[in-house]
């Protein structure tokens, strides 16, 4: 299959994508946090495809992507107050809810769970893709199981070129990390940290809400378990310049938010790039990616979490450990 590049500037662009969509293709499309692999709803053959290409575990639940607030009914059902307050806060934007499944949509989605996770993309390039659909998309991020996130066209490309249909390309993705992801049903828990912090939902739950422990708890979904975000070279994550090899050379790379002396091979740490130097430094053959944990890395609770997962144990050994 020949993977068509879109562009999110071009209206016809646009139509196609939807279009395909429609037909039961998988389209791949931007969004604030990273590139989405989106199909129809309704369409569980096109969904089934989703977990191929991207050789997901069939226990990982997959994200609905509504156009507009009020279409989240279509897929939850007793939805709580709180939600819509939340919704009417942070809405458009990278906040995914966990809620009540509602009867009749695809179990496939939620793998099996009673649960389904929605959110509302914030470009409005991606909303109108939706709306054009028709109804709600699912979209996991477009890369293959376990990889960086994608955060532009290449990512994409780089791991799922030739089995998609098309990918609609709207630039770098300017957040870089996943959304937040706030479960609401049962006790109110943060499952993946992400851009929205707890201080921010603080504002309207009252509370900041706690930080699902996967490691020491049976994990809300259990694809939460899976080692993620890693490219295929070791991430090691180091307190100090101290801890790196006295050899290094260029065979490694080190990232770190505070500027380095040019003895060292390093470049710069932030959110929305460090995808693309997990997969930079990967393509340029590096032996392993050192990452600095200066103190601003550590306060920074999502950034602090992709780097714990891609410097985790390999899947195999993390799934033992936690299942
Ligand atoms: O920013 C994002 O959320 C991106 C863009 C494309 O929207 N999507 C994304 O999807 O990161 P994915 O599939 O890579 O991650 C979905 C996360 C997983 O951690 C999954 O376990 C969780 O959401 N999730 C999905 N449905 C769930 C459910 N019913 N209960 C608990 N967690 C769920
Ligand atoms: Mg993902």
Redesign the pocket.
């Given at each position: 299959m020949k993977t068509l590049h879109l562009r999110a500037s071009s209206e016809e662009d646009v139509a196609l994508a939807a279009a395909l969509l429609q037909s039961g293709q998988l389209v791949a499309i931007p969004?604030e946090?990273?590139?989405?692999l989106a199909a129809r709803l309704g369409d569980e053959n096109a969904i089934r495809t989703i977990f191929q290409v991207k050789g997901r575990p069939p226990d990982?639940?997959?994200?609905v992507?509504c156009a507009r607030i009020d279409d989240i009914s279509q897929v939850a059902t007793r939805i709580p107050p709180i939600a819509w307050q939340l919704l009417e806060r942070f809405a458009p934007g990278?906040l995914?809810l966990?809620l009540e499944?509602k009867e009749g949509v695809p179990a496939i989605i939620?793998a099996g769970?009673p649960?389904?996770?929605v959110?509302i993309?914030a470009l409005d390039v991606t909303r109108e893709v939706i709306a054009r659909v028709g109804e709600p998309v699912v979209?996991?991020?477009?890369n293959r199981s376990g990889r960086p996130?994608p955060t532009c066209v290449a990512h994409v490309l780089e791991d799922l070129d030739g089995m998609i249909a098309a990918v609609l390309d709207a630039g770098p993705c300017t957040i870089g990390i996943?959304?937040t992801?706030l479960?609401l049903v049962g006790d109110i828990a943060i499952?993946?940290p992400?851009a929205i912090t707890a201080e921010d939902l603080a504002s309207v739950l009252g509370f900041p809400p706690p930080l699902m422990d996967v490691s020491s708890h049976t994990p809300?979904?259990p694809?939460?378990k899976y080692r993620h975000y890693a490219p295929s070279i070791p991430v090691i994550l180091i307190e100090s310049l101290d801890a790196l090899p006295s050899v290094m050379q260029n065979t490694s790379v080190v990232l770190s938010t505070q500027p380095l002396p040019e003895t060292y091979n390093w470049r710069p740490l932030h959110r929305a790039t460090v995808y693309d130097e997990f997969r930079r430094a990967e393509r340029q053959q590096r032996q392993a990616i050192y990452v600095l944990l200066t103190p601003d890395v550590r306060k920074d609770v999502a950034l602090m979490n992709r780097l714990q997962k891609a410097a985790a144990p390999s899947a195999t050994s993390d799934v033992s450990h936690r299942v």
């Amino acid at each position: 299959m020949k993977t068509l590049h879109l562009r999110a500037s071009s209206e016809e662009d646009v139509a196609l994508a939807a279009a395909l969509l429609q037909s039961g293709q998988l389209v791949a499309i931007p969004t604030e946090t990273v590139y989405g692999l989106a199909a129809r709803l309704g369409d569980e053959n096109a969904i089934r495809t989703i977990f191929q290409v991207k050789g997901r575990p069939p226990d990982n639940p997959l994200i609905v992507h509504c156009a507009r607030i009020d279409d989240i009914s279509q897929v939850a059902t007793r939805i709580p107050p709180i939600a819509w307050q939340l919704l009417e806060r942070f809405a458009p934007g990278p906040l995914t809810l966990v809620l009540e499944r509602k009867e009749g949509v695809p179990a496939i989605i939620s793998a099996g769970l009673p649960t389904v996770a929605v959110r509302i993309p914030a470009l409005d390039v991606t909303r109108e893709v939706i709306a054009r659909v028709g109804e709600p998309v699912v979209a996991p991020s477009a890369n293959r199981s376990g990889r960086p996130s994608p955060t532009c066209v290449a990512h994409v490309l780089e791991d799922l070129d030739g089995m998609i249909a098309a990918v609609l390309d709207a630039g770098p993705c300017t957040i870089g990390i996943e959304s937040t992801v706030l479960n609401l049903v049962g006790d109110i828990a943060i499952a993946r940290p992400g851009a929205i912090t707890a201080e921010d939902l603080a504002s309207v739950l009252g509370f900041p809400p706690p930080l699902m422990d996967v490691s020491s708890h049976t994990p809300i979904a259990p694809g939460m378990k899976y080692r993620h975000y890693a490219p295929s070279i070791p991430v090691i994550l180091i307190e100090s310049l101290d801890a790196l090899p006295s050899v290094m050379q260029n065979t490694s790379v080190v990232l770190s938010t505070q500027p380095l002396p040019e003895t060292y091979n390093w470049r710069p740490l932030h959110r929305a790039t460090v995808y693309d130097e997990f997969r930079r430094a990967e393509r340029q053959q590096r032996q392993a990616i050192y990452v600095l944990l200066t103190p601003d890395v550590r306060k920074d609770v999502a950034l602090m979490n992709r780097l714990q997962k891609a410097a985790a144990p390999s899947a195999t050994s993390d799934v033992s450990h936690r299942v």
